[in-house]
């Protein structure tokens, strides 16, 4: 148990994508695939607009209903968008993380939570074993969940307050790093967690100062926690 500012932390969670490693990675390695299929990323972002918003209701299949919403937008088979989504995105970008590199001292951040007794989770939008193989960060969490498979995308509150349920930790005693405002901060906070903003290019974010802690590199958040 670590104490800052005398707010207790048991337990330390993470975004992946842009928290822990940079998005610039990714970017621009998909942009091939993005642009061979940009009808169906525009209809993938639209429907992730609609689905990320914090009243949209629980749906018990979620990859059913993303399908659902892209192919209004298609004007095409629902089976069809749903194999074609989880054969290019889902399944086809994750061997894009073999090559991508962490934050410096990320890794090094991690470890020194662990050897600090805190308990570790990862909380992501999207699904999380094999890019975490691929990013050799298997092993490490007692919790990893993907809020698609809990059925409500951040900012809801639910996949945090699952997240906490399945770390064995009070939400009053956790905090959760991301790099989004509206999504990663916003949903811990509504959950009752403490939230770390990593901003590692200095730029001025709207609402960041409703972040409890904001850092541009990972010495100075295993600093504020330890």
């Known amino acids: 148990m670590r104490k800052e500012g005398g707010v207790k932390f048991d337990g330390v969670a993470f975004d992946l994508d842009g928290t822990l490693y940079p998005n610039y ?59 074609k989504t989880e054969r290019l995105f889902y399944r086809g970008w994750e061997p894009l993380f073999q090559h991508i590199a962490l934050y410096p001292f990320a890794r090094e951040t991690l470890n020194a939570f662990r050897d600090a007794g805190l308990k570790l989770g990862i909380l992501s939008d999207f699904p999380l074993p094999n890019k975490l193989r ?45 790099n989004s405002v509206r999504y990663d901060v916003r949903g811990a906070k509504k959950a009752g967690m403490k939230a770390a903003l990593i901003n590692p290019w200095f730029k001025p974010k709207q609402n960041a100062n409703n972040a409890d802690f904001v850092f541009t590199d990972y010495r100075a958040l295993r600093e504020y926690v330890l």
């Open 134 to 178: 691929n990013l050799k960060l298997e092993g490490i969490w007692d919790a990893a969940l993907c809020s698609e498979e809990i059925g409500h995308l951040k900012p809801s509150p639910q996949p945090f307050l699952e997240l906490e349920r399945q770390l064995g930790v009070p939400a009053s005693r956790l905090l959760y790093v991301g």
């Open 25 to 83: 990675q990714f970017y621009y390695r998909v942009i091939p695939l993005a642009l061979l299929e940009w009808r169906l990323f525009f209809a993938f972002n639209s429907a992730r607009k609609v689905l990320h918003a914090e009243n949209h209701p629980f749906h018990k299949d979620f990859y059913e209903l993303q399908a659902e919403l892209m192919a209004n937008i298609l004007k095409q088979n629902q089976r069809s968008v749903k194999e």
